[in-house]
């Protein structure tokens, strides 16, 4: 029989695991910033291979919903605070939709489908948080420093990332399920 890969990790490697997803939320993100630079892409790299979705994903996949969802909302808020990345425009969205993801890929750790399937899942529901978030800020609050078409835009440049983000976790969690 197959053990639950959650009932292994004990609190600290569960807070390690934390720790090591928000570092590298915060490291990737910034690395891609300065290859864009070189590049002459300047931020847009960031856009397209959504460095800082991937480790909040993993940690939650590996550490389940907590892990994910911590890391998910200290991720950008650090990266912010330290880096003025992304920008206290677009930080509230983006927010929103990386808690997302490390909630529901933490609770897609307990879910017996593949990996695919879980991260595909896990991106359309951080998506879809992100769009009703910008579209409460616009239509509720008159929020008018983002349109819902930015956003669309935005996430139409992160399909490198999209599949980046497939083929990582489908392949980590490949051995988990076979």
């Known amino acids: 029989m197959k053990t639950n890969i959650l009932k292994k990790i004990n609190i600290r490697n569960k807070t390690l695991l934390t720790v090591v997803a928000i570092i590298s939320a915060v490291a ?4 891609a910033h300065l290859i864009g630079g ?5 931020t847009s790299v960031g856009e397209i291979f959504l460095p800082m979705h991937l ?3 993993v940690a939650g996949l590996v550490g389940g ?7 998910g909302v200290l991720a950008p808020v ?3 605070a330290l880096t003025g990345m ?3 425009v677009a930080l509230p969205f983006i927010l929103v939709e990386i808690f997302t993801y490390g909630l529901v890929s933490g609770v897609m750790s307990n879910v017996k489908l593949n990996g695919f399937l879980k991260v595909l899942l896990t991106q359309a529901s951080g998506r879809v ?3 009703l978030a910008v579209v409460l800020a616009t239509t ?4 008018e420093k983002i349109t819902l078409a930015a956003v669309l835009s935005s996430m139409a440049m992160g399909v490198v990332g999209i599949i980046i983000q497939w083929l990582v976790c489908a392949v980590a969690l490949r051995k988990k399920y076979e």
């Open 86 to 88: 992304p920008t206290a």
């Open 78 to 80: 650090i990266s912010f």
């Open 55 to 57: 480790p909040v994903i």
């Open 129 to 131: 948080m992100r769009i």
């Open 28 to 31: 990737l993100p910034q690395l």
């Open 38 to 42: 070189y590049a002459g892409l300047g």
């Open 140 to 143: 509720v609050f008159g929020f």
């Open 65 to 71: 919903p907590v892990v994910g969802a911590v890391a």
